[in-house]
């Protein structure tokens, strides 16, 4: 698939932190984004059983819809002890306001309820790049770590404020963007699309 200096990719999204973050990790190749919500693109249904169904999902609606390339990315936090939840319900955790410290405060109310002394957690996240009635490359990368209560810090966006990766003493919520970048999820799926595309900074 081409992408390279000087293309424009719709980042399938509408959420503002996301598209943010995605904005942030492709600028030093220099590609310009917009956003689904910039664009007037409907949000598809999520229908999908996997985080990868849901990007597709997403990325293809977005592709058709703008004759674009669009990237989607379908991330969430899975909880070891909560048998994988949120998982792909992470965004619908917070309702329709997407409040997250909702969801965050029902992470905590379940755990709490079951007794649970596992807060072991991963971050995972699914890439997926589409063309306008072309293939469909799928990227994945998952950070693990350990969840907190309360929540900490008002960096970053949906479950960061509870969420320590391994090795580090802050959560997401309280670490720098480019600390944050370096280590996610979202970076590491990212590592490995910028590695297939060949995109040089």
């Known amino acids: ?20 973050e995605i904005r942030d990790l492709l600028a030093p190749f220099g590609i310009e984004t917009k956003g689904a919500a910039e664009l007037g693109l409907p949000e598809p249904e ?13 990325a293809r609606a977005a592709a ?8 989607a990315d379908d991330s969430g936090l899975a909880v070891a002890a909560l048998g994988g939840a949120p998982g792909i319900y992470s965004a619908r955790w917070a309702g329709e306001a997407k409040d997250f410290s909702l969801a965050m405060a029902r992470v905590e109310r379940e755990l709490d309820a079951m007794n649970a002394r596992d807060r072991s957690a991963k971050f995972v996240c699914a890439l997926a790049l589409a063309t306008p009635g072309g ?41 720098a963007p480019a600390q944050k970048h370096a280590i996610s999820h979202r970076a ?14």
Do not use: W
């Not at 698939?1 to 943010?20: D, E, I, Q, Y």
């Not at 999520?46 to 999902?57: D, K, Q, R, V």
């Not at 770590?145 to 309280?174: C, K, N, S, W």
């Not at 990212?190 to 900074?201: C, G, P, Q, T, V």
């Open 1 to 20: 698939m081409m992408l390279g200096r000087g293309s424009t990719l719709v980042v399938a999204s509408h959420n503002p932190g996301k598209v943010r």
């Open 64 to 71: 058709e819809a703008s004759g674009l390339p669009a990237l």
């Open 46 to 58: 999520e229908t999908g059983t996997t985080f990868a169904a849901n990007a597709e999902l997403k």
């Open 188 to 201: 590491r799926a990212f590592a490995k699309l910028i590695e297939a595309l060949k995109l040089e900074s």
């Open 135 to 175: 293939p469909c490359e799928i990227f994945e990368g998952e950070v693990h770590g350990t969840l907190v209560f309360p929540q900490r810090g008002t960096r970053g966006f949906g479950y960061d404020p509870i969420f320590i990766a391994d090795g580090m003493a802050e959560t997401f919520g309280e670490i």
